[in-house]
């Protein structure tokens, strides 16, 4: 093990954090995150699991095949927990922890998360001025905001001069309309507590689905009082989430990310 963990170079380490943080990504993410292309990523990520730094997993998928998730493996979460002064773990808890994962029923879920973060990352690596200066998880907001809200993710994003902090909602067309609308109760409660009044972006597959929920939005006392902002993206619209893709409730223009205003009352733009 100490023989691995000296061999492991700083592009690897940051890896490794990131996925000690969003537990999963795809050879294509990874590839976007801090690779030039995707072959060069491939042949790190084979070798380090080959390593047993890493470990990957994918269901078979017929026809053609589905691509690689990869999370930590036995070497990759010693290092984690020898960097955090952690107890090492054995390696059948985190074989057992990779198998979980690739079983869940929430990694299609959680995977469209990181895909959301890791464009808006993608973006800046190619665009002088972008920059995604926060990314918290799932499990990182659920840290910091109990359960008042449950969003499933943090971000702070800056693009040609401005900056953002938002609560991301990312919704798979698994939940009705009046459910995704009465999750937005927690954020103002949210706000009301520790004054974290981020724009809450929703995330949505359809067009259709974003139009209900646009409706049912308008009427909502948190966001007709403008206490509130909301804005979503449709799934038809294939611009990166940094894009003119975000239509606030009640405003007649899509926006950039960048361009949606801070939300009244907003205690922390740098949260």
């Known amino acids: 093990m100490a023989s691995e963990l000296r061999r492991l170079m700083p592009r690897d380490r940051w890896l490794?954090?990131?996925l000690h943080q969003h537990q999963v990504f795809t050879t294509e993410q990874v590839a976007a995150l801090g690779f030039d292309n995707v072959h060069t990523a491939r042949n790190r990520l084979n070798l380090l699991a080959n390593r047993a730094v890493l470990t990957r997993f994918r269901d078979a998928v017929r026809p053609g095949s589905q691509s690689w998730r990869w999370a930590l493996g036995w070497i990759g979460a010693a290092y984690i927990a020898y960097r955090d002064g952690a107890p090492v773990p054995r390696p059948g808890t985190v074989a057992d922890r990779v198998n979980r994962l690739g079983a869940s029923p929430r990694l299609a879920h959680?995977?469209?998360i990181n895909g959301f973060f890791v464009d808006l990352a993608a973006h800046a690596r190619t665009t002088p001025g972008a920059r995604l200066g926060v990314w918290w998880s799932e499990r990182r907001c659920?840290?910091?905001?109990?359960?008042l809200a449950h969003p499933d993710g943090?971000?702070?994003?800056t693009d040609d001069g401005h900056t953002v902090s938002f609560w991301l909602e990312y919704d798979r067309a698994s939940e009705p309309a009046r459910r995704v609308a009465?999750?937005?109760d927690g954020?103002?409660?949210l706000h009301r507590a520790a004054g974290l009044n981020h724009p809450v972006l929703i995330r949505m597959q359809?067009?259709?689905q974003e139009t209900e929920l646009h409706k049912r939005l308008r009427a909502h006392p948190a966001v007709a009082s403008g206490g509130l902002l909301v804005a979503t993206m449709a799934g038809e619209h294939t611009i990166h989430p940094a894009g003119p893709v975000w239509l606030p409730v009640g405003h007649p223009h899509r926006l950039r990310l960048a361009q949606l205003p801070a939300a009244p009352g907003d205690a922390s733009r740098a949260a």
């Open 154 to 157: 943090h971000g702070m994003w």
């Open 142 to 147: 659920r840290d910091v905001c109990g359960d």
């Open 16 to 18: 490794l954090d990131l």
């Open 182 to 184: 009465g999750k937005l």
């Open 206 to 208: 359809t067009a259709r």
């Open 110 to 112: 959680l995977l469209g």
């Open 187 to 189: 954020y103002h409660a």
